[in-house]
């Protein structure tokens, strides 16, 4: 059974950091892409970051660019998000998720097949 498991989140004030943690179990995590997604109260979700399955290729939305960083280690069946320079408007739950296909665009939540249940992030101003 797959299982994405999310930690990590908490609150922290404007300009502050936090890392989030994706841990895997139940499948083959070095040939898996992952992406983190966020969903504020009221508002769709949103791709916030992916990481591609081999050569480690990242992808980030335009609003975290050069603030979040996603890495990977496959030797622990983790990613992680290092969010920086962290905005009141980043405040979100947090979701990871991960897909076996072979997928071109990382951005696309449908094209992800298994989901963690989210962790909160929340940015005081």
């Known amino acids: 059974q797959v299982q994405l498991v999310e930690s990590g989140g908490g609150l922290v004030q404007a300009g502050g950091s936090l890392r989030l943690s994706c841990a895997a179990s139940g499948l083959a995590f070095s040939s898996t892409v992952v992406g983190w997604f966020r969903q504020a109260p009221g508002k769709d979700r949103e791709f916030v970051a992916g990481?591609?399955?081999?050569?480690?290729?990242?992808y980030y939305a335009g609003s975290v660019k050069g603030r979040f960083t996603i890495a990977r280690d496959n030797a622990k069946n983790t990613v992680y998000l290092q969010m920086n320079s962290l905005k009141p408007e980043d405040t979100a739950v947090y979701y990871c998720a991960a897909t076996q296909r072979i997928v071109t665009n990382t951005s696309s939540s449908d094209n992800y097949d298994y989901w963690g249940q989210g962790t909160q992030v929340t940015v005081s101003s």
């Open positions: 990481i591609s399955r081999m050569f480690t290729t990242t």
